[in-house]
């Protein structure tokens, strides 16, 4: 159910007017005004100001518990036709309220309301206009431009930033254009110059800030911040430009959640300020557990790949994927053996076969020919607006196909899943297929690329040699990651040998209805409790030196529970279960860059263990 309240982009005429809970000031009531200030729905969130200098330029300037978060940032775009970054003549405010509730199919929490505060404003120059639109809500701040004219409009370029204060501490990654994001810690003004990928995190005086944005189309082109260095401030560049649509234009929203390290991380805000799903039946949609070859075992047969599905289906995952080096021959094999073992079929394509209309209708209707489940497409690269425009028409019609869908060598999603549920993942990370898991790199990922979107690192990799983390580690993969489909990186050999770490995984879901972070901080550690139903998953991973985790338990119902923990022992992993409350507080050694899984469910007299979901 989608509630929404949605002011016009511009309402002119009126000097002082209340509609629909929307307040109109003329240019006559304010044009006075020379800053504008919106605060969250409650006392808990940011406030944003944003002001017009003597120069008719604006900027943006956020506030946290009456303390700075984002210093004054400059705001501007140009057109072919006007340059909007200075010599604005204000026009009008519209205030209204924006209450939406929504449920997704993946991700940190399925069901979920957000209430929004925002404001429209109107400017002229010359005989253009745009309107800069603000929201702010609980966990964050967002803006976009909005050209309310009709015809072609040609965007130019955008001159906004975001200004951090240059001491703070920073996580950000070179972008790339496959977007192998690798994150690393810094400070704003210490971070490398050059191209940057969204999220970046900061963290101002114990406020943390992270700049993303959302709602990207063939409308528009998707954006990266550029940082010059030496300076806390980021620019906000386009993909490619210029950019042409038809108006009226709305552009991306440029997003920024801000909170304590737990807001942030827990924040929606990117899928918040995306369009409604665009799939109204999404009962065919199914995300789960999937065995993957290509990382321990490459694609090499029939008879091998049968031999994924046996583990599979004796695992209760869902399907398995058959990556590169597969023959179209093999398909309809795999999918009826299968079929009889409830695991479906995913397959691998690069996305070069995917350009024209032609090619997808011949590709893609012979996948959903062969019975697969979805398509992993490779090779994407970046966000472009003819990229976006591609976008647009492989996810309508693999939605039309009812196929779900995994994107590799591609940019982060950024709202994508909300309106195209059917997306299960993405890459967009430097995952385990480089064969050298790192600890400190794992740990600022829950808080970076994986907290705006399912995240495709094939995780927990016992096998892997090249690793400086614990088998706890790699388990604690599995509950501090969230990717719809959780594209497991060993062979069946492997996790076969692993017992006591199997039984976390098969009782994990991977699509949640709430996410709770317990504690940590990029880098060093990152400790989640996630729910589906009335079954808890907790862990995580760390890259600090041995420790005692405790957290309290009152995150649980009523009643008794039982769990089981599974944790770096003397050599190997070790399981242990007890009976809690929600009055007790889970203890569970830690090992030097470790970690551990456990799942909590309710408890039923003489219980050994909890049950698979």
Same mark, same amino acid.
């Given at each position: 159910?989608?509630?929404?309240?949605?002011?016009?982009?511009?309402?002119? +005429?009126?000097?002082?007017?209340?509609?629909?809970?929307?307040?109109?000031?003329?240019?006559?009531?304010?044009?006075?005004?020379?800053?504008?200030?919106?605060?969250?729905?409650?006392?808990?969130?940011?406030?944003?100001?944003?002001?017009?200098?003597?120069?008719?330029?604006?900027?943006?300037?956020?506030?946290?518990?009456?303390?700075?978060?984002?210093?004054?940032?400059?705001? +501007? &775009?140009?057109?072919?036709?006007?340059?909007?970054?200075?010599?604005?003549? =204000?026009?009008?405010?519209? $205030?209204?309220?924006?209450?939406?509730?929504?449920?997704?199919?993946?991700?940190?929490?399925?069901?979920?309301?957000?209430?929004?505060?925002?404001?429209?404003? %109107?400017?002229?120059?010359?005989?253009?206009?745009?309107?800069?639109?603000?929201?702010?809500?609980?966990? +964050?701040?967002?803006?976009?431009? #909005?050209?309310?004219?009709?015809?072609?409009?040609? #965007?130019?370029?955008?001159?906004?930033?975001?200004?951090?204060?240059?001491?703070?501490?920073?996580?950000?990654?070179?972008?790339?254009?496959?977007?192998?994001?690798?994150?690393?810690?810094?400070?704003?003004?210490?971070?490398?110059? /050059?191209?940057? !990928?969204?999220?970046?995190?900061?963290?101002?005086?114990?406020?943390?800030?992270?700049?993303?944005?959302?709602?990207?189309?063939?409308?528009?082109?998707?954006?990266?911040?550029?940082?010059?260095?030496?300076?806390?401030?980021?620019?906000?560049?386009?993909?490619?430009?210029?950019?042409?649509?038809?108006?009226?234009? %709305?552009?991306?929203?440029?997003?920024?959640?801000?909170?304590?390290?737990?807001?942030?991380?827990?924040?929606?805000?990117?899928?918040?300020?995306?369009?409604?799903?665009? &799939?109204?039946?999404?009962?065919?949609?199914?995300?789960?557990?999937?065995?993957?070859?290509?990382?321990?075992?490459? #694609?090499? !047969?029939?008879?091998?790949?049968?031999?994924?599905?046996?583990?599979?289906?004796?695992?209760?995952?869902?399907?398995?994927?058959?990556?590169?080096?597969?023959?179209? %021959?093999?398909?309809?094999?795999?999918?009826?053996?299968?079929?009889?073992?409830?695991?479906?079929?995913?397959?691998?394509?690069?996305?070069?076969?995917?350009?024209?209309?032609?090619?997808?209708?011949?590709?893609?209707?012979?996948?959903?020919?062969?019975?697969?489940?979805?398509?992993?497409?490779?090779? #994407?690269?970046? $966000?472009?607006?003819?990229?976006?425009?591609?976008?647009?028409?492989?996810?309508?019609?693999?939605?039309?196909?009812?196929?779900?869908?995994?994107?590799?060598?591609?940019?982060?999603?950024?709202?994508?899943?909300?309106?195209?549920?059917?997306?299960?993942?993405?890459? @967009?990370?430097?995952?385990?297929?480089?064969?050298?898991?790192?600890?400190?790199?794992?740990?600022?990922?829950?808080?970076?690329?994986?907290?705006?979107?399912?995240?495709?690192?094939?995780?927990?990799?016992?096998?892997?040699?090249?690793?400086?983390?614990? $088998?706890?580690?790699?388990?604690?993969?599995?509950? @501090?990651?969230?990717?719809?489909?959780?594209?497991?990186?060993?062979?069946?050999?492997?996790?076969?040998?692993?017992?006591?770490?199997?039984?976390?995984?098969?009782?994990?879901?991977?699509?949640?209805?709430?996410?709770?972070?317990?504690?940590?901080?990029?880098?060093?550690?990152?400790?989640?409790?996630?729910?589906?139903?009335?079954?808890?998953?907790?862990? /995580?991973?760390?890259?600090?030196?041995?420790?005692? =985790?405790?957290?309290?338990? %009152? =995150?649980?119902?009523?009643?008794?529970?039982?769990?089981?923990?599974?944790?770096?022992?003397?050599?190997?992993?070790?399981?242990?279960?007890?009976?809690?409350?929600?009055?007790?507080?889970?203890?569970?050694?830690? @090992?030097?860059?470790?970690?551990?899984?456990?799942?909590?469910?309710?408890?039923?007299?003489?219980?050994?263990?909890?049950?698979?979901?």
């Amino acid at each position: 159910m989608l509630r929404r309240q949605a002011v016009p982009p511009l309402l002119a +005429g009126a000097s002082a007017l209340v509609l629909a809970g929307v307040l109109l000031t003329g240019p006559g009531a304010a044009s006075a005004a020379t800053s504008w200030t919106l605060a969250s729905p409650t006392s808990a969130g940011p406030t944003a100001v944003v002001g017009l200098g003597d120069n008719g330029s604006l900027s943006l300037t956020v506030t946290k518990g009456g303390a700075t978060a984002v210093n004054s940032s400059p705001l +501007g &775009i140009s057109t072919s036709s006007t340059d909007y970054s200075s010599g604005l003549t =204000f026009g009008t405010r519209a $205030d209204t309220t924006v209450t939406e509730s929504y449920t997704t199919v993946t991700g940190k929490q399925r069901s979920r309301s957000n209430t929004f505060k925002q404001t429209t404003l %109107s400017f002229t120059k010359g005989g253009g206009s745009v309107n800069l639109v603000v929201r702010v809500s609980d966990d +964050g701040v967002a803006y976009r431009w #909005v050209f309310p004219g009709g015809g072609t409009i040609t #965007v130019t370029g955008e001159s906004s930033a975001w200004n951090l204060p240059a001491s703070s501490p920073a996580w950000v990654s070179d972008e790339q254009a496959d977007d192998q994001g690798k994150w690393r810690e810094t400070t704003a003004s210490a971070a490398p110059g /050059g191209s940057l !990928s969204y999220p970046a995190l900061f963290d101002v005086n114990g406020t943390f800030v992270q700049i993303a944005e959302s709602d990207l189309s063939g409308r528009y082109s998707g954006s990266h911040l550029t940082h010059s260095g030496g300076t806390g401030r980021y620019d906000v560049d386009l993909e490619t430009s210029p950019v042409s649509a038809a108006g009226p234009l %709305s552009t991306p929203w440029r997003t920024a959640a801000i909170g304590s390290l737990a807001t942030v991380t827990q924040s929606r805000l990117v899928d918040d300020l995306a369009p409604p799903s665009k &799939i109204a039946d999404t009962s065919w949609i199914k995300p789960g557990n999937v065995a993957w070859s290509w990382l321990p075992d490459g #694609v090499d !047969s029939v008879a091998q790949q049968e031999q994924y599905i046996d583990f599979a289906s004796r695992n209760g995952w869902s399907a398995i994927l058959v990556d590169a080096g597969f023959q179209d %021959s093999w398909i309809p094999t795999l999918v009826a053996y299968g079929k009889a073992r409830n695991v479906g079929i995913i397959v691998w394509y690069d996305s070069s076969a995917l350009q024209s209309q032609a090619q997808r209708d011949t590709i893609l209707n012979k996948v959903k020919g062969w019975g697969a489940v979805g398509v992993k497409i490779d090779y #994407v690269f970046e $966000d472009s607006q003819n990229t976006m425009k591609w976008y647009d028409a492989i996810l309508q019609q693999t939605a039309n196909l009812h196929l779900m869908v995994n994107f590799h060598g591609a940019q982060t999603p950024r709202g994508m899943q909300r309106t195209w549920p059917h997306v299960m993942s993405a890459e @967009a990370v430097f995952g385990a297929e480089q064969k050298q898991n790192k600890a400190v790199f794992d740990t600022i990922l829950p808080f970076t690329r994986n907290s705006i979107a399912s995240m495709d690192f094939t995780p927990v990799t016992f096998s892997m040699t090249n690793r400086d983390t614990t $088998d706890g580690h790699e388990l604690g993969m599995s509950v @501090a990651f969230e990717s719809g489909w959780q594209h497991y990186g060993d062979n069946p050999g492997s996790y076969d040998a692993h017992y006591d770490a199997m039984r976390i995984l098969n009782r994990t879901p991977t699509a949640w209805d709430q996410t709770i972070l317990l504690g940590g901080r990029p880098a060093k550690e990152a400790w989640f409790a996630r729910r589906q139903g009335d079954h808890w998953t907790v862990g /995580g991973i760390s890259a600090i030196a041995a420790k005692t =985790f405790s957290t309290p338990l %009152s =995150f649980l119902g009523s009643g008794q529970w039982f769990t089981e923990i599974t944790t770096d022992g003397a050599g190997k992993l070790v399981r242990t279960t007890k009976q809690v409350t929600s009055a007790d507080t889970l203890s569970v050694p830690i @090992a030097t860059r470790g970690g551990f899984g456990a799942v909590f469910c309710k408890y039923t007299a003489g219980m050994t263990g909890c049950p698979r979901l």
